[in-house]
């Protein structure tokens, strides 16, 4: 067996290990679920959410199709999304109870055959880098829920409504990869991920100034997906 010893190559090796670590940490945040430590659980997506922000531009610098193209980088990425996106948020709303009870099988049903028709799609984003419809960002909403201590009622609806905008022809921002505005995207959703982590650390006395900020911060990228919906 021979070894490449080519610097590029390990370069290109070591984005997408890191990549597949975002399996681990799925796993990690599985495991705090099954210890019902909710904090640690939403931590650990977190991580990972920060994980899949920063191996893409890894990807991209290291050219890691050139130097491993016998590996698909892509599919590996949307097999370790899938894990921290979609199941593992799924296992947290079913083992805290974020959905009604009578509802859970049916609206859990809904998120994962929604979200595998979007992962299969060839035509998941758009040539500018937007989302084509909800891009099952299932953790995004598990931390809005949390954050915002929504109803079950409330979260019921936001699941239906969600699924079904999966199959519409909506643009949703891709905060890192889209061109329009990039460097003030980039450092808005770091300052939301930061948000976030302060307000599941943190006591609730600390919350109204936090959660006011974050909830200006997610009203930007929802209006600035609707803007790019407007305008085709």
Known sequence: MKFNNDPAVAKAGFVHLFTASGALVALLSLQAIYQENARAALLWLLVALVMDGIDGPMARKFNVKEHLPQIDGVLLDLIVDFLTYVLVPVMF????????????????????????????????????????????????????????????????LCTLVLCILTFVPIKTVHPVRVKRFNALNVFLVSLWIVLCALLFVLSEEAHFALTSLWTLITVYFIGFSFWRTLVG
Do not use: R
């Open 93 to 156: 709303m079913w083992q805290f109870a974020l959905l009604p009870e009578l509802l859970e099988g049916l609206l859990f049903g809904a998120i994962l055959l929604s979200s595998l028709y979007l992962f299969i799609h060839s035509g998941m984003k758009a040539e500018d880098n937007y989302f084509n419809g909800f891009p099952a960002a299932w953790n995004l909403v598990l931390f809005s829920w949390v954050i915002l201590g929504t109803s079950e009622t409330f979260n019921a």
